[in-house]
């Protein structure tokens, strides 16, 4: 079972960005980060401190700050009972933290938070008044998400890393959190523009017989059939944007991370993601029912984090037929014999069919990254990135 490499990949800017080293200066001191050190558990105090007080602030201003499409949906007793865990994990967190580490920062910043959180309201401010549809920011989705994702992927990612010397603040880190953000936060936006392709030629090209053919199937094999077809569309956008030279710029700022990890999946231009995720759509739509494209919507939010994942197990037998993070891990790489390669999502073999696989029976690449073709380190700078540049990798 290949559990990994040792050596962390090849690093261009080891140090972060200015704002990252003022953050490690603030809160990593000197003394060792390994368990039992109170390091953990501040940075987790801080994490959901932080989070605590995101969702307090969501329950003031719900109209603007949660999503429409989502807040109908939320069992409003269990939300409050969560957010007041969090509150009371992030004090005991930061207490634990603060006793065991000479710093105290991480601690009290973490205990600060909730307590903040705490005084605003806590998890009991009632919403006041009917909400509206109307302009709304997903802060809601963002908390959401980021809890879900932190939960399902840090635990594995700290125990069972492919690289173990890659820090979880890496270079980059924070640049990766605003990309996560800016993919959450217009929720209402980029929904509307991922389903307006497929919304469209559907009214146009709309097959009700295709529909209620698959409805009659099974709601497994429904599902599993969705997932092949938005592979298969998913493979050919995907090749495309490596292919059409306009497109591989939009598409270069998923590929700029020098080392990956779940949160480093989440860098991709606005326009590369309403690319993919609206055009992947598109035959879904004349053949499957609204639930099981919400459902399938919800497993690539989660299978495409997993795919980006430093996690070093794999299971050999399965991994040419699942894709496993090592897979796409040599989608990114920078070194010559997998540029162009592996670009399936669910499903390795899809590219063994169309000839693009390259999968070494263990083993893990030593560089991640663009090394031809120089990207801003910037949010900003990426964003505009391909409309000024013309180079090609
Ligand atoms: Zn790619
Ligand atoms: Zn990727």
């Given at each position: 079972m290949p559990w990994g490499n040792s050596d962390p990949p090849v690093r261009m800017n080891p140090k972060g960005s200015m704002l990252e080293q003022k953050i490690n200066e603030l809160f990593g001191d000197e003394d060792p980060s390994s368990f039992g050190t109170g390091w953990w558990s501040g940075v987790l105090s801080a994490f959901f401190g932080l989070l605590a007080l995101g969702s307090v602030v969501c329950l003031h201003f719900p109209q603007l700050l949660?999503?429409?499409?989502?807040?109908?949906?939320?069992?409003m007793h269990l939300m409050r009972g969560l957010i007041q865990s969090i509150i009371v994990v992030a004090l005991i967190l930061g207490v634990v933290s603060a006793s065991l580490r000479r710093k105290k920062v991480l601690g009290l910043t973490g205990m600060l938070l909730a307590l903040t959180a705490t005084l605003l309201g806590g998890a009991s401010i009632?919403?006041?008044?009917?909400?509206?549809?109307?302009?709304?920011?997903?802060?809601?989705?963002?908390?959401?998400?980021?809890?879900?994702m932190t939960l399902i992927f840090s635990p594995i990612e700290v125990l069972w890393p492919a690289y173990p010397k890659q820090s979880v603040f890496r270079p980059e880190w924070l640049l990766d959190v605003g990309y996560f953000l800016a993919t959450h936060l217009p929720i209402r936006i980029t929904t509307f523009l991922i389903l307006l392709p497929a919304t469209q030629l559907t009214r146009v090209l709309g097959n009700a017989g295709l529909q209620a053919a698959t409805a009659s199937l099974p709601l497994w094999s429904q599902f599993l059939l969705a997932i092949l077809v938005a592979d298969l569309a998913e493979y050919w956008i995907h090749r495309a944007l490596h292919g059409v030279p306009w497109l591989w710029r939009f598409h270069a700022i998923h590929h700029s991370s020098k080392s990956l990890d779940w949160i480093a999946g989440s860098r991709a231009h606005i326009v590369d993601d309403v690319l993919i995720r609206g055009l992947m759509l598109v035959p879904m739509m004349f053949a499957f029912s609204h639930e099981i494209i919400?459902?399938?919507?919800?497993?690539?939010?989660?299978?495409?984090?997993?795919?980006?994942?430093?996690?070093?197990?794999s299971i050999p037998w399965l991994e040419r037929y699942l894709i496993f993070p090592r897979f796409h891990h040599w989608h990114h790489t920078s070194q010559a014999e997998a540029i162009d390669k592996n670009f399936a999502l669910h499903f390795p073999w899809i590219d063994k069919l169309f000839g693009t696989y390259y999968l070494p029976k263990a083993?893990?690449?030593?560089?991640?990254?663009?090394?031809?073709?120089?990207?801003?380190?910037?949010?900003?700078?990426?964003?505009?990135?391909?409309?000024?540049?013309?180079?090609r990798r």
């Open positions: 949660s999503s429409p499409d989502l807040r109908q949906h939320y069992p009632p919403i006041n008044g009917s909400l509206h549809d109307g302009l709304s920011i997903g802060l809601d989705w963002f908390l959401l998400d980021l809890l879900l919400v459902a399938y919507l919800l497993f690539v939010t989660i299978h495409a984090t997993w795919a980006h994942t430093n996690f070093g197990p083993g893990w690449p030593e560089s991640y990254g663009l090394s031809h073709e120089p990207i801003p380190a910037g949010f900003w700078g990426q964003t505009f990135y391909p409309f000024v540049r013309r180079k």
